[in-house]
């Protein structure tokens, strides 16, 4: 198999936004759990940021119902 040299990345991840039923407490959880501060935060949606990474983005969703922990089928 022929050696590779790798290349500079095309992209980068700049924000993984989560869906949930309260973004402002999971971004305030969030925040103080990875010493991260909010950048952004209304109603519906909020937004951490830290001194590298990507930032985390919080949005608010209707009726949301989040997964089975421990999956059943696991």
């Known amino acids: 198999m022929p050696e590779t040299t790798p290349s500079a990345p ?8 989560i869906d ?13 759990l990875l010493g991260m501060t909010i950048a952004y935060q209304d109603d ?3 937004m951490i940021t830290g001194d590298s990474g990507p930032a985390l983005g ?6 949301y119902s989040p997964p089975p922990w421990p999956d059943e089928k696991s």
């Open 10 to 17: 095309v992209a980068s991840v700049a924000m993984v936004t």
């Open 20 to 32: 949930c039923a309260d973004a402002t407490e999971l971004a305030t959880f969030y925040s103080r």
């Open 44 to 46: 519906s949606v909020a």
């Open 58 to 63: 919080f949005g608010t969703v209707d009726h």
